[in-house]
Structure formats: C-alpha cells, structure tokens
C-alpha cells in the first residue's frame, strides 16, 4: 500500500512541523509516508478567484504527483477539499476528469484516515491541558470532518475539551477573501478570538494552517497567551509524554 503525503503550501512553508507530526504518528501504525517532491499548489487561490486555466495546470501537476498512490493524506481538509473541485475543472476532458475523480475518491483530511481507514481513535496520548476545537468551514462542511477530531481529541488522557461558542462561524481567513475584504476578514477574527478567550482554553486546535495562522496572528497582536496546534501537533505531543 502506497500512502502519499500531500503536504500542502503553508504547511511546508510556514508549518513544516504538522507534516513532521503526522509523519511519525502514522509510523507507529505501520504507515510510511510516501513524498512526491513535484507536488505543488492545490490550484485553491486560482480557482477560488475565476483562473481556471491556472487552477487546471495546478492541478495537472497534483493528479501527475499522486497518479500512483493508494491513499492521498494531507493535514489539511480545505486543500483536501479543493481536490473534490477537480471534476469540475476537467468536466470537458474525460481523460483528466477519470483521473481526477480517482484521486478525489482516494484523497483523504489526516483525521479522516486516521479514523475511518485505519480505525484508530486513541493513540495513546496524554495532553493535561484545557483544549478548545476550532472546526475550518472546507473541513468540516465540505469534507463532512465533524466527529473524527473530537472523537481524537476525548480519547487523550488528561484533556480538557470545552466547547468553543458559535464554533461553526468562519474565522476569516477565507484565501483571497481576507485579501479582496481585509476589514470584514479582520472583524470576523476577532469575533473568533473572543470566544476563544470566553473560553479560558490554554490551546486553541485546528485542523487547517490557514486558520491557524490568522487565529494565531489575532492572538498574537492581543497579546494573548494561547498557544495554537494543528491536532496532528497536539496528538504527536501527546505522544511523546505518554
């Protein structure tokens, strides 16, 4: 079985260590990551802003990186998400369109294939900390991640997991639309990050860098002392202290 790492542009760039974290984790269940190096871009921001001949040559690149993998895993459900666009942008190309499609049917958020592939929901860890769970929008309403994080999470001895108010409410980021509507991406994470501190959590959880990193940069300029992670992070963290 041939697992394929699809590490995503701001995870190798900015949040190196996720990929690192679900690398070793997926170890200790036997998985070694395969790392295709011709991977790039998702073809997201293209697509997201109207250049689908861009997206599609983006894409192009993604399905010729991965053409050979049993399982596609990446760390982050929005960038999964955009590889269930690909249909669409092949629609009129029934050669690309097959394998776009096959590589959607076998592409898969790090949680998910945790859970649903290979059936574990305790790893293991401890985490004494009190942990609030921010669930992305492409995660969770494009890809149905709901339960997998949680069921993670309520399984690390010592957790404390407290509901984050309006959780489902986007944190603003949005790609291009925190560039095209900086004021109303701006507002929108500090409504985030108010509820986040209604909630007294040491760490706020993510399953996207995207979010993270805006949540992160709003926590940071308040001066607050939450700590933001990737739950592939808090999981491996957990790991080691077991």
Same mark, same amino acid.
């Given at each position: 079985?041939?697992?394929?790492?699809?590490?995503?542009?701001? +995870?190798?760039?900015?949040?190196?260590?996720?990929?690192?974290?679900? !690398?070793?984790?997926?170890? %200790?269940?036997?998985?070694?990551?395969?790392?295709? @190096?011709?991977?790039?871009?998702?073809?997201?921001?293209?697509? #997201?802003?109207?250049?689908?001949?861009?997206? %599609?040559? @983006?894409?192009?690149?993604?399905?010729?990186?991965?053409?050979?993998?049993?399982?596609?895993?990446?760390?982050?459900?929005?960038?999964?998400?955009?590889?269930?666009?690909?249909?669409?942008?092949?629609?009129?190309?029934?050669?690309?369109?097959? %394998?776009?499609?096959?590589?959607?049917?076998? +592409?898969?958020?790090? @949680?998910?294939?945790? /859970?649903? !592939?290979?059936?574990?929901?305790? /790893?293991?860890?401890?985490?004494?900390?009190?942990?609030?769970?921010?669930? +992305?929008?492409?995660?969770?309403?494009?890809?149905? /991640?709901?339960?997998?994080?949680?069921?993670?999470? %309520? $399984?690390?001895?010592?957790?404390?997991?407290?509901?984050?108010?309006?959780?489902?409410?986007?944190?603003?980021?949005?790609?291009?639309?925190?560039?095209?509507?900086?004021?109303?991406?701006?507002?929108?994470?500090?409504?985030? !990050?108010?509820?986040?501190?209604? @909630?007294?959590?040491?760490?706020?959880?993510?399953?996207?860098?995207?979010?993270?990193? $805006?949540?992160?940069? #709003?926590?940071?300029?308040? $001066?607050?002392?939450?700590?933001?992670?990737?739950?592939?992070?808090?999981?491996?963290?957990? /790991?080691?202290?077991?």
């Amino acid at each position: 079985m041939k697992v394929s790492l699809f590490i995503t542009c701001l +995870s190798d760039a900015i949040y190196p260590r996720v990929g690192e974290a679900m !690398v070793r984790l997926l170890a %200790r269940y036997g998985v070694k990551l395969d790392f295709p @190096t011709v991977q790039t871009c998702c073809g997201q921001p293209a697509f #997201n802003s109207g250049y689908w001949k861009e997206a %599609r040559a @983006t894409a192009a690149t993604i399905l010729d990186a991965f053409e050979d993998s049993d399982f596609v895993i990446s760390p982050s459900g929005s960038c999964t998400g955009m590889i269930h666009h690909y249909p669409k942008l092949f629609e009129d190309d029934p050669v690309m369109l097959e %394998r776009a499609r096959k590589l959607q049917s076998k +592409s898969y958020e790090f @949680t998910q294939f945790l /859970v649903q !592939v290979l059936g574990v929901k305790d /790893v293991g860890a401890i985490f004494p900390h009190k942990v609030t769970y921010h669930p +992305s929008c492409h995660g969770s309403r494009l890809l149905g /991640v709901k339960e997998e994080p949680l069921e993670l999470m %309520r $399984n690390v001895q010592g957790l404390e997991l407290v509901p984050l108010p309006f959780a489902e409410d986007c944190c603003g980021f949005g790609g291009t639309f925190a560039v095209k509507m900086a004021d109303i991406s701006g507002a929108m994470v500090t409504e985030k !990050v108010d509820h986040v501190l209604e @909630t007294e959590a040491e760490v706020l959880v993510g399953l996207d860098m995207a979010c993270m990193m $805006n949540i992160a940069g #709003n926590l940071r300029f308040r $001066n607050e002392p939450v700590k933001v992670m990737h739950l592939a992070e808090l999981l491996y963290e957990g /790991v080691k202290q077991a």
